[in-house]
C-alpha cells in the first residue's frame, strides 16, 4: 500500500497531492501528477481534478470514496447545494469518467468557470504547520464569493498557480489583495453567506432556491418600497438598480469588476424566476443583499432558515407564475405589499 498522510483539516484534494509531492520529497511534478492521477498534467487542475476516480482507487479509497473526495474536497463542493436530488444521482454517474463534468454540472455555462486564485489565511496556515506540519488550501477559503477567513477576520491572500507545479500556502506573506478596511464587514457577511451554502443538504431545486430567495427579498421589501416595487413586477432594471445601491452589491462589484462586466441589468430576474440555476457566487450576492439590513451575527443562521424547510413541493402554481403573468409570484402578494394593481 503507499504511503498516505492524513487529511490536513479541510484542505482540498490539490492541497493534500501537494503536501504529498513535499514529503516524498519528489523532484518532478511530471511523476507525482502520474502517481497519483494517472496524469502527466494534473497540478493544472487544482479546481477538479479529472483523475480523481484514478487517486481514488491508488489511494484504495482510504481518504474516501470517489463520491465523497468530488463533493467534499473538490470545487463541486460549493455547486452541491444547487443540485436536486436527481441531478446529484446524474452528477455522481458522470464521476468516475470524468468527463463532460464541467459542463454537466454547469460551471461553463455559468459564464465563471474561468480559473481562479487559489486563497489563504495567514493565521490558519500558522495553526496547520503547528498541527500537520505543512500548510494546506482550505476548502472553505476556496469558495468564490469568499475573500475574508470567518475564524480570524482578516482577508484572505492568494496566488495564481502557474499550472506547472505542486504548491502549497506560503508562510511568508506576499501583498494582499487591496480591498478597503471598511468593506471587511461586508465581505464577511458574504462569506458568511457562502459557508452557510455549504452547510445544505442536497434534494432542493433551483425552483425552491428561487421560491426561498423571493421569499427573503419579499420581507427586505416591506422596509424598501422600491424593492418591494421590482420585486413585485420582476422589473429588471429597478431589480438591478437595488442591487447595485446595497452594501453588499457595491462591495462585491469592486472586488469582481471583471465578473459583473459579463452581467447585464436583467441577471436577477431568471435567478428569482428559477429559469436558470447560474453560479453560485450569483446566488451568495444576492443572499447578503437581501439580508444585510440584518445583524451580521443573524446571517448565516437565516440563510439556513430560509433553506432547510423548504421541500419539494407541487411545482403548478410556480410554473403558472414563472411562464405566464410576469407581475404576480406566490410568495410576493401585491396586497402584502400594498401596491395597487396595474
Known sequence: MPFLQAWNGDETVYSWASAHHELRGARSTEETSLLLFGRSRACRQYDFPTGLAYFARWSGERLGDLSELSIRRTQLEEWRPLWSSQQLAGVLRTLPSGRHIRLQVGIAASRLGFRRPLRYCPACCQ?????????????????????????????LHEVLPNGHRWILPPLSLPRSRHLPLDELSDFTRLADVAHSFARLGNGMSIHDHARALRTALAQAGSARVDLGRALAYMDPGRLNDWFVDTRSGKAARNAFPNVFRMFDTGWIVPLLRGQRSGHPFMWHVLWAAALEHLEASLVGPLVQRFLQPIIPQAQESFSEAATGSRHLFPCVERSWLNLPRQ
Not at 127 to 155: K, N, S, Y
Open 127 to 155: 495553526e496547520q504547520v503547528i498541527a500537520c506540519g505543512t500548510t494546506a488550501w482550505r476548502v472553505p477559503h476556496q469558495r468564490m464569493a469568499v475573500l475574508v477567513c470567518t475564524d480570524h477576520r482578516c482577508f
